[in-house]
């Protein structure tokens, strides 16, 4: 799911090289965390939250295969 995310994100934004996507995994989620570039952030999350909503929708989807829940965070 990591990789989805970053490829998502790397088609949104201006700036595809300062896309960062990092997993941390706890014992019932897994936290990805996508930090990309300052003036990116507001694509990124798009209007009214619709992309990273939708975003957070397929790692929702794909959660049904699996047992932990998936969480995605901007980090600024």
């Given at each position: 799911?990591?990789?989805?995310?970053?490829?998502?994100?790397?088609?949104?934004?201006?700036?595809?090289?300062?896309?960062?996507v990092?997993?941390i995994?706890?014992?019932?989620?897994?936290?990805?965390?996508?930090?990309?570039?300052p003036?990116?952030?507001?694509?990124?999350?798009?209007?009214q939250g619709?992309?990273?909503?939708?975003m957070r929708?397929?790692?929702n989807?794909?959660?049904a295969q699996?047992?932990?829940?998936q969480i995605?965070?901007?980090i600024?």
């Amino acid at each position: 799911m990591k990789e989805l995310i970053e490829q998502i994100a790397k088609t949104i934004v201006e700036n595809p090289e300062e896309v960062q996507v990092r997993a941390i995994e706890g014992e019932h989620a897994v936290v990805i965390e996508l930090r990309v570039a300052p003036g990116d952030i507001g694509k990124v999350i798009g209007k009214q939250g619709r992309t990273i909503t939708a975003m957070r929708t397929i790692l929702n989807a794909a959660r049904a295969q699996k047992e932990k829940r998936q969480i995605l965070e901007v980090i600024e």
